[in-house]
Structure formats: C-alpha cells, structure tokens
C-alpha cells in the first residue's frame, strides 16, 4: 500500500506598501485554503524567497525603493525564482503598463481595488494550470 501523499496549499506571496491591501488579500487568497505570504515592498519579497519561493505571486507596481517592474525583473533573472508565477495587482491600467508588465514575464494584470470572486477565480485558475 502506497504512503497518502501529503497535499500542499499553493503559497501566494502579496507584495503591496499598502499594510490594509496586504491584509484584505490575505483575508480573501485565505478563504480559499491559499497560504498567504506578504512582503511590504520589493527588497523585502527578494529576501523572503531566498527562504521560501511561493507558487504565485501577486505584485504592486507602485512602491517605494524599487518598484514592481524591477521587482519582477530581479525574480526573472534568479534560477530560484524564475518559474513563480507573477500577477500584477495595480492601481495602473494603461495598456502601456499592461504590456510592460507582461513583456516582462508577468501571467496577468489586476487592477486595484479588485472584485474578490474574480480575484480569486484568476489566481486559483492560474495555479491549477
């Protein structure tokens, strides 16, 4: 008889300035049996994953320090983090920032503030993939 595989919650990292976005994230990404961890800006999720590299991860643009875009580029360019998936969570919509996110390796693009069913529905469609 074979052992019962251990299964393992996706982990989503949220990485916002905003301590109230980092929180209602983690409150709806949790509902849906996500294990959530934050960072509060970019510099700060580069550390978390030489630790820890999530499944997914949802990135704001606008930050202080380096923003998302160089965020994203730094974990592009890192053989320990290159295959996460990135979803930018933003406030920005331009098709001109859309673009840069995707051209830069990002899945997708979210807009802040964000509809919870459709935000959910996204990340769990991308991670089932």
């Given at each position: 008889?074979?052992?019962k595989?251990?299964?393992?919650?996706?982990?989503?990292?949220?990485v916002d300035?905003?301590?109230t976005?980092?929180?209602?994230?983690?409150?709806?990404?949790e509902?849906?049996d996500?294990?959530?961890?934050?960072?509060?800006?970019?510099?700060?999720?580069?550390?978390?994953?030489?630790e820890?590299?999530?499944?997914?991860?949802?990135?704001?643009?606008?930050?202080?320090?380096?923003?998302?875009?160089?965020?994203?580029?730094?974990?592009?360019?890192?053989?320990?983090?290159?295959?996460s998936?990135?979803i930018?969570?933003?406030?920005?919509q331009s098709?001109?920032?859309?673009?840069?996110?995707?051209?830069?390796g990002?899945?997708d693009?979210?807009t802040k503030?964000?509809?919870p069913?459709?935000?959910?529905?996204t990340?769990a469609?991308?991670?089932?993939?």
């Amino acid at each position: 008889k074979k052992p019962k595989q251990e299964s393992r919650k996706p982990v989503v990292m949220v990485v916002d300035d905003s301590i109230t976005m980092r929180k209602v994230s983690r409150r709806v990404l949790e509902t849906y049996d996500f294990e959530v961890i934050t960072a509060r800006d970019g510099v700060e999720a580069v550390e978390v994953m030489r630790e820890r590299v999530p499944d997914l991860i949802l990135l704001d643009i606008m930050m202080p320090g380096i923003d998302g875009y160089e965020t994203c580029a730094q974990l592009k360019s890192d053989a320990a983090t290159c295959n996460s998936v990135v979803i930018f969570l933003t406030a920005l919509q331009s098709t001109e920032e859309k673009v840069r996110g995707l051209s830069m390796g990002a899945m997708d693009f979210l807009t802040k503030p964000f509809e919870p069913e459709f935000f959910l529905m996204t990340v769990a469609d991308i991670l089932n993939h």
